[in-house]
Structures are given as structure tokens and as C-alpha cells.
């Protein structure tokens, strides 16, 4: 589901991808996580909430770890986010591919790609690179809407990445 999570919060949905999410069974697992799919004609509205909620929220920096630990692009963040891409042979979407390699999307990608092939560099990701998302998401998860289940959603897997771990 990270990877997933990661796919949905790098870029806004689009009909494609709508489309695949209503696999039946997809659908469903996400339908648990609190996800509800908008039906097609909603896809204005929800291009809109991406903007307001992910790209430019009035309330905080865009979900990039460089612009919300150091106020700038390319920070810390982002030159350890892809050495660890880099070191790990991980190949972003399109989508990911044009955005900051420490945008929260990516980050989450990568770690699921990850915690598959490496425990050890999934580990490093958990530490020093999703806390952040924490706050970065409070805004978002307490709004209605498709953005909003998607940062419940997230929220909810830091939960158990952190109860898994021991630290929850």
C-alpha cells in the first residue's frame, strides 16, 4: 500500500488511474484503509483539493521534506533520498520521476519498494524520513474528500510502521 499511497500523494488522480483503482478487489482493500474512489465527475473537484491539500497548502510548505525541515528544494532530504534510490537500483514512476526526490510520495514509494529487498535501508527510510510526514499531514487528514481519506490512510501506516517496529 505504500507504494501506492506514494503513487496517489506524487501526483493528482487522474481518469487512468481511477479506473485501475476500481479493480473490485483494490476497490475494497481500499474501502477498509477509509478510502472512498470519487466517481469521474468529481475529478475537477478532486484536481482542485490535491492543489489546496498536497501541492500548495494554505497552511503549511508543499509535502517535500527539504522545504518543510530547511525551508528550500534540495536539501539534506533530497540528496539522501536519492543516494538511497540510487544504492537501492529503485526506478520512480514517470510521475515521481519529475518530482522532488524527497516529496512525500517518493518517500513512501520507496520505502515500499524497500521493506520488501532491504529491512535495513527501509529501517534508515522510517527513521530519518518519514517522521516529518506527521505534521506535514494533519491539515489534510482532517478535511472530507478523497485527499482526505488518502492522509487517514497514510496517518494510519506510520501508526502501524512505528507499532511494528516497537515504538507504538
Known amino acids: 500500500m505504500a507504494q501506492l499511497f506514494g503513487r496517489l500523494l506524487v501526483a493528482?488522480?487522474?481518469?487512468?488511474?481511477?479506473?485501475?483503482?476500481?479493480?473490485?478487489?483494490?476497490?475494497?482493500a481500499l474501502m477498509e484503509l477509509g478510502i472512498t474512489l470519487p466517481e469521474d465527475a468529481q475529478l475537477e473537484n478532486v484536481a482542485a483539493d490535491y492543489f489546496a491539500l498536497i501541492l500548495q497548502p494554505t497552511s503549511g510548505l508543499a509535502l517535500v521534506q527539504s522545504l518543510f525541515e530547511e525551508g528550500q528544494y534540495e536539501g539534506e532530504a533530497a540528496a539522501s533520498m536519492r543516494a538511497i534510490a540510487r544504492d537501492s537500483g529503485y526506478e520512480p514512476t514517470a510521475s515521481a520521476?519529475?518530482?522532488p526526490p524527497d516529496h512525500a510520495g517518493n518517500i513512501l514509494a520507496l520505502w515500499g519498494a524497500c521493506v520488501i529487498e532491504d529491512d535495513e535501508v527501509a529501517r534508515f527510510i522510517e527513521e530519518r524520513h518519514l517522521p516529518w510526514l506527521r505534521?506535514?499531514?494533519?491539515?489534510?487528514?482532517?478535511?472530507?474528500?478523497?485527499?482526505?481519506?488518502?492522509?487517514?490512510?497514510?496517518?494510519?501506516?506510520?501508526?502501524?510502521?512505528?507499532?511494528s517496529r516497537g515504538g507504538g
Open 12 to 28: 493528482d488522480l487522474d481518469i487512468a488511474t481511477l479506473q485501475a483503482l476500481r479493480e473490485p478487489a483494490l476497490e475494497q
Open 97 to 99: 520521476d519529475r518530482s
Open 135 to 163: 505534521t506535514a499531514l494533519v491539515d489534510a487528514s482532517g478535511t472530507q474528500g478523497f485527499y482526505g481519506d488518502v492522509a487517514r490512510a497514510v496517518l494510519a501506516l506510520l501508526d502501524a510502521i512505528e507499532a
